[in-house]
């Protein structure tokens, strides 16, 4: 057999292979005779037909079985010969041709893994915000369980005042026209609204919305004019004027429950309010460690990113973009974009894709290296354990679960996966870790 590969660009590889006459003819012999065995003639009894009426019947099913058999034995012999060579798929095969003396040629390209040189992965650089829970993180939270359990009272003898909650009905226009009608779908819930509660203060709902609010009494109508913000979401509408038409159905005082050891005892009985903000603070602390985890991981990905470029297979490169597509325009449609904005943003959305894409093959593929040169392992046993988690977390039998995942093939994701977080742990573990003075609210 006569195998030629050549090595092309942007992971791409040339096979060239001519199979000689007397394979051709061994494989196709050993191809008929599974066929005599098997296959089902009229007259005949199964396995007795003769092997000239096999062929006259089946003579097209047996070419076929013999080149995807030749075909199939070539690129294993080729993959042997050529083991450096680290192939991720092979394209359907191309100028397959018999030739007069009974020898098969063919033609195929090879996707292959891009040729890495690895930088100094151990020891990189990043940064991180100081740890710590800051008393005012603690306040805050307390305050929010003050909100929770105050007390509302219906206000009667008096006009709404600041820091009064108002309820009210509201329909809102530009122009003369809904809303919605200007702003498109993603604007419908600010179109109108019935038994909204609306606390009067600075910046609530609308710079200067609830000052119009203040001396307004229940059952009072009015019509608010705000001019809708630069930075608004909705960009068809931004810098627009538009009019609320506000019925006020009621106004009600809060009255916060005092800081102390029998409110504690509201939120977690026996508990003093000391211990409530304890509770709190380890709260706020397991989710700092966790932020902070996912920090060191963005940062050590991105780092490694930085100090290496490398061409990515063109076709994953494709598959993977249009993924990437799909999953920001899902994004947009759940925070409320109309198909006509995504339609319109197409071309955004499409270079973002491409831009995520490439960095998400980067990191795959120097993952791989990483975890091969440090040879890391999954083993069965580990894959076993995190699909009995998922199992668990669905709500399903583990033989079922494991039976679906094998049908779905996601089997040999879910063990990719695994290594990546083993290399990912790897280079956290081995980076150098700054902390500095995380950025102000305001910066």
Request: proline fraction near 4%.
């Amino acid at each position: 057999m006569n195998i030629r590969l050549e090595k092309k660009e942007k992971c791409l590889a040339a096979l060239s292979v001519e199979i000689p006459a007397e394979k051709v003819t061994a494989e196709r012999n050993k191809v008929v005779k599974a066929f005599v065995t098997q296959a089902r003639i009229p007259g005949f009894r199964p396995g007795k037909a003769p092997k000239a009426v096999i062929e006259k019947s089946h003579g097209s099913d047996i070419d076929q079985e013999v080149e995807s058999r030749l075909i199939q034995s070539s690129f294993q012999d080729a993959l042997k010969e050529h083991q450096d060579l680290k192939v991720l798929s092979v394209k359907n095969p191309e100028n397959i041709t018999h030739q007069a003396d009974g020898s098969l040629s063919f033609d195929a390209e090879l996707i292959t893994a891009p040729e890495i040189t690895l930088p100094e992965y151990k020891g990189l650089d990043i940064e991180v915000p100081k740890a710590g829970v800051p008393e005012e993180a603690i306040d805050q939270n307390l305050e929010q369980l003050r909100q929770r359990f105050a007390d509302y009272a219906d206000i009667e003898d008096r006009a709404a005042d600041q820091g009064d909650l108002a309820i009210i009905d509201y329909t809102a226009t530009i122009d003369g026209k809904p809303l919605d009608e200007v702003g498109g779908e993603q604007a419908k819930p600010l179109a109108s609204n019935e038994g909204y509660w609306i606390r009067i203060e600075d910046e609530a709902f609308f710079p200067g919305f609830t000052d119009e609010l203040v001396g307004t009494k229940a059952g009072d109508e009015k019509d608010i004019t705000v001019t809708l913000p630069e930075d608004f979401p909705i960009e068809s509408i931004r810098d627009q004027e538009a009019v609320f038409a506000v019925k006020v159905t009621g106004l009600k005082s809060e009255t916060l429950p005092d800081l102390d050891d029998e409110f504690a005892g509201k939120i977690e009985p026996g508990k003093s309010l000391d211990d409530i903000k304890a509770l709190i603070r380890d709260d706020l602390d397991m989710r700092q460690k966790q932020q902070l985890e996912e920090i060191k991981i963005n940062g050590v990905l991105a780092k490694l990113n930085e100090l290496v470029d490398f061409d990515v297979p063109e076709d994953f490169l494709k598959s993977e973009t249009q993924g990437q597509a799909d999953a920001l325009v899902r994004e947009g449609m759940e925070s409320g974009m109309t198909q006509e904005q995504v339609e319109t943003q197409q071309g955004g959305l499409f270079e973002a894709a491409e831009v995520r894409a490439k960095s998400s093959l980067k990191t795959n593929f120097l993952l791989t290296e990483i975890a091969e040169k440090e040879e890391f392992k999954v083993e069965s046993s580990e894959v076993l354990q995190r699909v009995t988690a998922m199992a668990k977390q669905a709500k399903k039998p583990v033989k079922g679960y494991m039976k679906e995942l094998q049908k779905n093939g996601q089997l040999g994701n879910i063990r990719q996966n695994m290594l990546f977080s083993k290399a990912i742990d790897f280079l956290v573990e081995h980076a150098n870790v700054t902390e500095v003075e995380p950025e102000t609210e305001e910066k």
